[in-house]
């Protein structure tokens, strides 16, 4: 079945720096969606991607999915505060049953004033 | 619109109980999961559902069962509380076109914090 990698796990950042955050598939992916969690609360969907190629902003965010469509990455502008929390990437499996949505572990981010 | 609403909150069980944790969606999506969130685990599929009447198991099913008996609600069903069941559990949902391999981004509720003792 698939399976999704994030990298890094933790990260600690100074606020106004940039980052980026990768995930990593193990097979070629049909959707990739990213999410933000803060402690203790439901995920906020952030954005999807489908294409190979395929970019998208929203505010001080952008994510990628590459040409091959099995590696997408995000990546963080001038970051604030508020941005900190945990980021997943989420997609559709396919090595199994059709349609059921895998996570990967998620990347904790600290963003310091 | 309500999205997806997970019910209690927060919960704790002695071993051996028995509960089960509410879930109900008011988008008329077909998918319907079940995860739980240990720390620093990312999220576990416990079961999913593609519709009324069918579910089917994902990662971690031991321990747990499902029906769907309408579109709106995904009851998930504990049977023997063991302090290995300790978690947060997420309940989402989504709308899949079938055949073609497309899903819109999935809704979560707020998740339930059980504690098993």
């Known amino acids: 079945s698939q399976e999704l990698e994030q990298s890094p796990q933790s990260l600690i950042v100074q606020e106004g720096k940039n980052l980026t955050i990768n995930c990593t598939s193990s097979?070629?992916?049909?959707?990739l969606y990213w999410y933000k969690q803060k402690y203790g609360e439901g995920l906020i969907f952030l954005m999807m991607?489908?294409?190979?190629?395929e970019e998208k902003s929203h505010e001080k965010i952008t994510a990628k999915l590459d040409e091959k469509k099995q590696q997408s990455s995000l990546h963080i502008t001038a970051s604030q505060p508020s941005h900190a929390g945990i980021y997943l990437c989420g997609a559709p499996n396919y090595g199994g049953s059709q349609g059921n949505l895998i996570f990967g572990k998620g990347t904790k981010l600290s963003v310091k004033p | 619109n309500a999205g997806v609403t997970q019910t209690p909150k927060f919960r704790i069980l002695k071993i051996g109980q028995s509960m089960t944790l509410q879930c109900a969606q008011d988008?008329?999506?077909?998918?319907m999961y079940w995860y739980r969130q240990d720390p620093g685990m990312g999220l576990k599929l416990i079961y999913y559902?593609?519709?009324?009447?069918?579910?089917d198991k994902g990662e971690v099913p031991n321990g747990y069962n499902v029906s769907r008996s309408t579109t709106e609600d995904f009851p998930l069903r504990l049977e023997l509380a063991a302090p290995s069941q300790t978690s947060v559990y997420f309940c989402a949902s989504s709308y899949s076109s079938r055949g073609r391999y497309v899903n819109t981004e999935a809704f979560f509720g707020q998740g339930t914090r059980l504690t098993v003792v």
């Open positions: 097979k070629t992916l049909y959707g």
């Open positions: 991607l489908q294409k190979g190629g």
């Open positions: 559902s593609v519709g009324a009447g069918i579910t």
């Open positions: 988008m008329n999506h077909n998918y």
